[in-house]
Protein backbone atom coordinates (compact mmCIF):
# COMPACT_ATOMS: atom_id res chain seq x y z
CA UNK A 1 0.00 0.00 0.00
CA UNK A 2 1.61 3.39 -1.10
CA UNK A 3 1.77 5.94 1.22
CA UNK A 4 -1.20 7.97 -0.21
CA UNK A 5 -3.13 5.23 0.38
CA UNK A 6 -2.56 5.15 3.91
CA UNK A 7 -2.60 8.69 4.29
CA UNK A 8 -6.35 8.31 2.81
CA UNK A 9 -6.82 5.46 5.86
CA UNK A 10 -5.71 7.27 8.15
CA UNK A 11 -7.66 10.55 7.42
CA UNK A 12 -11.42 8.21 7.15
CA UNK A 13 -10.48 7.55 10.77
CA UNK A 14 -9.55 10.26 12.54
CA UNK A 15 -11.48 12.59 9.83
CA UNK A 16 -14.51 10.61 9.71
CA UNK A 17 -17.49 11.99 7.09
CA UNK A 18 -19.18 13.74 10.63
CA UNK A 19 -16.43 14.87 12.16
CA UNK A 20 -15.27 18.19 10.45
CA UNK A 21 -16.78 21.27 12.33
CA UNK A 22 -16.08 24.51 9.82
CA UNK A 23 -15.57 26.47 13.14
CA UNK A 24 -12.91 24.65 13.79
CA UNK A 25 -9.68 26.22 14.06
CA UNK A 26 -7.10 24.62 11.09
CA UNK A 27 -5.14 21.86 12.68
CA UNK A 28 -1.09 22.10 11.66
CA UNK A 29 -0.32 21.88 8.18
CA UNK A 30 -3.29 23.43 6.90
CA UNK A 31 -3.10 26.47 4.63
CA UNK A 32 -6.17 29.21 4.86
CA UNK A 33 -7.02 30.28 1.65
CA UNK A 34 -10.05 32.53 2.93
CA UNK A 35 -8.65 34.76 5.00
CA UNK A 36 -7.51 37.52 2.28
CA UNK A 37 -6.98 37.42 -1.56
CA UNK A 38 -3.23 37.60 -1.60
CA UNK A 39 -3.59 33.57 -2.29
CA UNK A 40 -5.06 33.89 -5.11
CA UNK A 41 -3.94 35.10 -8.56
CA UNK A 42 -4.99 38.33 -10.22
CA UNK A 43 -8.24 38.14 -8.48
CA UNK A 44 -11.07 39.93 -10.18
CA UNK A 45 -12.65 42.71 -8.25
CA UNK A 46 -15.59 41.65 -8.29
CA UNK A 47 -14.50 38.69 -5.75
CA UNK A 48 -15.00 40.89 -2.28
CA UNK A 49 -15.37 39.85 1.38
CA UNK A 50 -18.81 39.98 3.03
CA UNK A 51 -19.59 39.31 6.92
CA UNK A 52 -22.17 37.18 5.42
CA UNK A 53 -24.95 36.13 2.39
CA UNK A 54 -28.35 35.16 2.03
CA UNK A 55 -30.69 34.90 -0.25
CA UNK A 56 -31.98 38.00 -2.06
CA UNK A 57 -35.71 38.42 -0.71
CA UNK A 58 -36.57 39.84 -4.10
CA UNK A 59 -34.80 37.44 -6.00
CA UNK A 60 -33.45 34.49 -5.24
CA UNK A 61 -31.53 33.88 -8.45
CA UNK A 62 -28.83 36.78 -5.83
CA UNK A 63 -27.16 36.46 -2.94
CA UNK A 64 -27.00 39.64 -0.89
CA UNK A 65 -24.14 40.36 1.19
CA UNK A 66 -24.13 41.68 4.75
CA UNK A 67 -21.21 44.14 5.83
CA UNK A 68 -18.01 42.47 7.09
CA UNK A 69 -15.03 40.21 6.81
CA UNK A 70 -14.94 36.39 6.12
CA UNK A 71 -17.00 35.32 3.54
CA UNK A 72 -15.99 34.87 -0.42
CA UNK A 73 -18.47 36.36 -2.68
CA UNK A 74 -18.13 36.62 -6.29
CA UNK A 75 -20.13 40.01 -6.71
CA UNK A 76 -24.07 41.31 -6.84
CA UNK A 77 -24.24 39.23 -10.61
CA UNK A 78 -22.30 36.50 -10.43
CA UNK A 79 -20.64 36.73 -13.44
CA UNK A 80 -16.37 37.20 -13.02
CA UNK A 81 -13.63 35.55 -13.29
CA UNK A 82 -12.92 32.25 -11.86
CA UNK A 83 -10.73 32.58 -8.38
CA UNK A 84 -7.45 30.56 -9.09
CA UNK A 85 -4.45 29.90 -6.33
CA UNK A 86 -1.29 31.51 -6.95
CA UNK A 87 0.59 28.27 -5.41
CA UNK A 88 0.24 24.53 -7.08
CA UNK A 89 0.17 21.39 -5.18
CA UNK A 90 -0.31 17.69 -6.26
CA UNK A 91 -2.01 15.35 -3.47
CA UNK A 92 -4.18 17.31 -1.44
CA UNK A 93 -6.64 17.41 1.17
CA UNK A 94 -9.83 20.42 0.65
CA UNK A 95 -12.72 21.76 2.74
CA UNK A 96 -14.67 24.78 2.31
CA UNK A 97 -17.83 25.70 3.18
CA UNK A 98 -20.20 27.40 0.13
CA UNK A 99 -23.40 28.80 -0.51
CA UNK A 100 -25.33 29.35 -4.18
CA UNK A 101 -28.59 31.06 -5.19
CA UNK A 102 -31.79 29.27 -6.47
CA UNK A 103 -30.68 27.65 -10.23
CA UNK A 104 -27.05 28.68 -10.11
CA UNK A 105 -23.92 27.19 -11.05
CA UNK A 106 -20.24 26.70 -9.62
CA UNK A 107 -17.47 24.48 -8.86
CA UNK A 108 -14.42 23.39 -6.91
CA UNK A 109 -11.31 22.41 -9.71
CA UNK A 110 -8.36 20.45 -8.61
CA UNK A 111 -5.37 21.31 -10.30
CA UNK A 112 -8.05 23.86 -12.10
CA UNK A 113 -9.20 20.89 -14.59
CA UNK A 114 -10.76 18.34 -12.09
CA UNK A 115 -13.92 19.53 -11.22
CA UNK A 116 -16.24 18.51 -8.17
CA UNK A 117 -19.83 20.32 -9.25
CA UNK A 118 -21.92 23.09 -7.52
CA UNK A 119 -25.02 23.62 -8.61
CA UNK A 120 -28.78 23.96 -7.30
CA UNK A 121 -29.77 20.48 -6.56
CA UNK A 122 -32.29 20.73 -3.92
CA UNK A 123 -34.93 17.85 -4.26
CA UNK A 124 -33.28 16.10 -6.94
CA UNK A 125 -34.27 12.12 -6.85
CA UNK A 126 -31.79 10.77 -9.74
CA UNK A 127 -28.49 13.30 -9.34
CA UNK A 128 -26.41 13.18 -12.55
CA UNK A 129 -22.46 14.08 -12.74
CA UNK A 130 -24.06 17.54 -13.17
CA UNK A 131 -25.25 17.73 -10.06
CA UNK A 132 -24.34 19.10 -6.59
CA UNK A 133 -21.38 16.68 -5.66
CA UNK A 134 -21.17 15.28 -9.15
CA UNK A 135 -17.35 14.52 -10.82
CA UNK A 136 -18.52 16.77 -13.86
CA UNK A 137 -18.16 15.34 -17.64
CA UNK A 138 -16.10 16.06 -20.51
CA UNK A 139 -17.63 18.48 -22.74
CA UNK A 140 -17.35 20.20 -26.03
CA UNK A 141 -18.04 23.96 -26.30
CA UNK A 142 -18.30 23.79 -30.25
CA UNK A 143 -20.37 24.01 -32.11
CA UNK A 144 -22.23 24.26 -28.92
CA UNK A 145 -21.57 23.25 -25.80
CA UNK A 146 -22.76 19.42 -24.72
CA UNK A 147 -21.38 16.68 -22.87
CA UNK A 148 -19.77 13.48 -24.63
CA UNK A 149 -19.94 11.45 -21.33
CA UNK A 150 -21.81 10.68 -18.20
CA UNK A 151 -18.70 11.56 -15.11
CA UNK A 152 -19.31 10.50 -12.23
CA UNK A 153 -22.87 10.89 -10.09
CA UNK A 154 -23.08 11.23 -6.79
CA UNK A 155 -23.67 8.17 -4.85
CA UNK A 156 -26.90 10.17 -3.61
CA UNK A 157 -27.89 13.60 -3.56
CA UNK A 158 -27.13 15.28 -0.45
CA UNK A 159 -27.43 19.02 -1.58
CA UNK A 160 -28.86 21.54 1.02
CA UNK A 161 -31.44 24.24 -0.34
CA UNK A 162 -30.30 27.39 -2.38
CA UNK A 163 -29.53 29.90 0.47
CA UNK A 164 -27.90 27.34 2.83
CA UNK A 165 -24.40 27.08 3.80
CA UNK A 166 -23.38 23.77 2.70
CA UNK A 167 -19.74 21.54 2.98
CA UNK A 168 -17.64 19.95 1.16
CA UNK A 169 -14.32 17.56 2.02
CA UNK A 170 -12.41 16.26 -1.13
CA UNK A 171 -9.07 13.92 -0.95
CA UNK A 172 -7.79 14.09 -4.30
CA UNK A 173 -4.47 11.97 -5.77
CA UNK A 174 -2.69 13.46 -8.40
CA UNK A 175 -1.76 11.89 -11.67
CA UNK A 176 1.66 10.28 -11.25
CA UNK A 177 4.38 10.44 -14.67
CA UNK A 178 7.50 8.70 -14.71
CA UNK A 179 11.16 10.59 -15.31
CA UNK A 180 9.81 11.27 -19.02
CA UNK A 181 6.93 13.24 -18.33
CA UNK A 182 4.85 10.26 -19.57
CA UNK A 183 1.59 9.46 -17.03
CA UNK A 184 1.59 6.14 -15.32
CA UNK A 185 -1.47 6.60 -13.19
CA UNK A 186 -4.27 8.79 -13.57
CA UNK A 187 -6.00 10.78 -10.96
CA UNK A 188 -8.25 9.68 -8.52
CA UNK A 189 -11.03 11.15 -6.16
CA UNK A 190 -10.60 8.83 -2.98
CA UNK A 191 -13.06 10.56 -1.31
CA UNK A 192 -14.85 13.54 -1.35
CA UNK A 193 -18.11 14.37 1.42
CA UNK A 194 -20.83 16.92 1.03
CA UNK A 195 -22.70 17.86 3.92
CA UNK A 196 -21.36 15.02 5.99
CA UNK A 197 -22.47 12.17 3.19
CA UNK A 198 -19.60 10.17 1.29
CA UNK A 199 -20.67 10.91 -1.86
CA UNK A 200 -17.59 9.45 -4.19
CA UNK A 201 -14.80 7.38 -2.91
CA UNK A 202 -11.79 5.85 -5.17
CA UNK A 203 -13.19 7.41 -8.49
CA UNK A 204 -10.49 7.23 -10.69
CA UNK A 205 -10.81 10.04 -13.78
CA UNK A 206 -8.63 9.25 -16.83
CA UNK A 207 -8.64 13.30 -18.23
CA UNK A 208 -9.44 16.85 -16.87
CA UNK A 209 -12.87 17.14 -16.88
CA UNK A 210 -15.27 19.45 -18.84
CA UNK A 211 -13.95 21.26 -22.03
CA UNK A 212 -10.50 20.75 -20.27
CA UNK A 213 -10.36 17.26 -20.98
CA UNK A 214 -7.45 17.34 -23.88
CA UNK A 215 -5.32 19.55 -22.09
CA UNK A 216 -2.10 18.35 -20.92
CA UNK A 217 -2.11 16.96 -17.47
CA UNK A 218 0.35 17.57 -14.90
CA UNK A 219 1.60 16.85 -11.28
CA UNK A 220 1.06 19.90 -9.99
CA UNK A 221 -2.06 22.88 -10.54
CA UNK A 222 -3.81 25.33 -8.52
CA UNK A 223 -7.10 25.00 -6.63
CA UNK A 224 -9.77 27.04 -8.74
CA UNK A 225 -13.04 28.08 -7.48
CA UNK A 226 -15.31 28.40 -10.66
CA UNK A 227 -16.81 32.55 -10.38
CA UNK A 228 -18.49 32.68 -14.02
CA UNK A 229 -21.58 30.91 -14.19
CA UNK A 230 -24.11 32.41 -10.77
CA UNK A 231 -24.03 33.80 -7.39
CA UNK A 232 -21.76 31.82 -5.03
CA UNK A 233 -20.25 32.30 -1.80
CA UNK A 234 -17.11 30.89 -0.18
CA UNK A 235 -15.72 30.49 3.50
CA UNK A 236 -13.14 28.72 5.65
CA UNK A 237 -11.00 27.65 2.55
CA UNK A 238 -8.93 24.97 3.79
CA UNK A 239 -6.32 23.02 1.89
CA UNK A 240 -3.48 20.39 3.22
CA UNK A 241 -0.73 18.97 0.85
CA UNK A 242 -0.54 15.47 1.25
CA UNK A 243 3.27 14.63 0.22
CA UNK A 244 4.61 11.08 -1.26
Known sequence: M?????????????????????????????????????????????????????????????????????VLRNGPDGRTADLVTRE????????????????SNSGVKLQGVYEVQLYDSWKVE?????????????????????LIDEGFPPRTNAARAPGQWQTLEILFRAPRFDAEGTKTENARFERVVLNDQVIHEDVEVASPTGHAWRNKETPLGPLLLQGDHGPVAFRRIQLKALGE
Not at 42 to 64: A, H, I, K, T
Request: hydrophobic share 40%; charged share 25%.
Open 2 to 70: NVFKWTWVLLCIYFPATAWAGDEAPAHGWIVLSDGLDAWRDPSPDWSFVGDVRLDPDNPRRLVGDPGEG
Open 88 to 103: QWGDVHVRLEFMISER
Open 126 to 146: KPTASHCGGIYPRAELRPQYR
